[in-house]
């Protein structure tokens, strides 16, 4: 095998030690394109370290903790979120019956432990072990981590959880119970953060479902300069309020 076409050495993370810059991360030709180190722990301090970087973890079980900073980089600008006539029309029947309720942070651990019970992208398991789920369950108990949940007839139908950082939400995993729950809930979150002028949502990793939602690749370079402006920012209130819905259903549908 040829030096260039050699698998670069993985730097190894004892609990503590600081991450390398991420455009050390895999590149195209590697075998896991954006991963840029192994090891660390899963504390609050790590986590906020590494998304205030760029940097997210993802990995499953039998492995050690991977991190990752993907190149380009999925997110959805929340001003391009495409709220399709058909998701247009269920929200507006479910809020004429007053039958659905958008709720914050009302049970981050149901939310939590739903996602986990549901497959990200092609996988066939769970990226979410239980280690991750204590980990965002600390970092939503210091204020960090949020869920948005999609009530419906008093129901948790579906919802999301997601990371703060000032200006700057990272989307981290959705699930539903019911038809296109989610995706209201990824509705409300787009709302909310109109209202708090959050230009963009985190969505880490390409795929034809954020794809079809708006989200777009942004080189990572773009998508770092601009987390390092945003993360200085006053993080918002998180509460919803019915009228962050009046500005997403009045625009014209796709």
């Known amino acids: 095998m040829s030096a260039s076409a050699r698998t670069p050495e993985l730097p190894w993370l004892e609990p503590g030690d600081a ?67 058909s998701l247009r029309k269920t929200l507006n ?16 651990e149901r939310v939590i432990r739903a996602c986990a019970h549901t497959p990200r992208g092609e996988q066939s398991g769970t990226w979410i072990l239980p280690a991750m789920e204590q980990a965002y369950i600390r970092l939503h108990r210091a204020g960090i981590a949020h869920s948005v949940e999609t009530w419906i007839d008093g129901e948790l139908a579906g919802g999301l959880y997601c990371i703060n950082l000032g200006a700057m939400v990272f989307g981290e995993s959705m699930f539903s119970r019911q038809s296109d729950a989610s995706k209201i809930a990824l509705s409300a979150l787009v709302a909310f953060c109109r209202a708090e002028h959050i230009p963009l949502i985190d969505c880490q990793q390409d795929t034809p479902h954020l794809a079809s939602l708006g989200a777009t690749l942004m080189p990572r370079s773009a998508f770092c300069q601009h987390l390092h402006q945003t993360i200085l920012d006053r993080a918002p209130i998180w509460k919803f309020q019915n009228v962050y819905w009046n500005h997403l259903l009045s625009d014209d549908g796709v």
């Open 19 to 85: 991450f390398p810059p991420v455009d050390s991360a895999w590149g195209p030709n590697d075998p896991a394109t954006g991963l840029l180190a192994a090891g660390g722990a899963l504390d609050v301090q790590t986590l906020v370290s590494a998304y205030s970087q760029g940097i997210f973890p993802w990995y499953s079980a039998g492995q050690p903790i991977l991190w990752w900073s993907t190149d380009p980089r999925m997110v959805l600008r929340t001003g391009a979120f495409r709220l399709h006539r």
């Open 93 to 108: 029947k479910l809020r004429a019956e007053q039958r659905l309720e958008i709720r914050f942070d009302h049970d981050f």
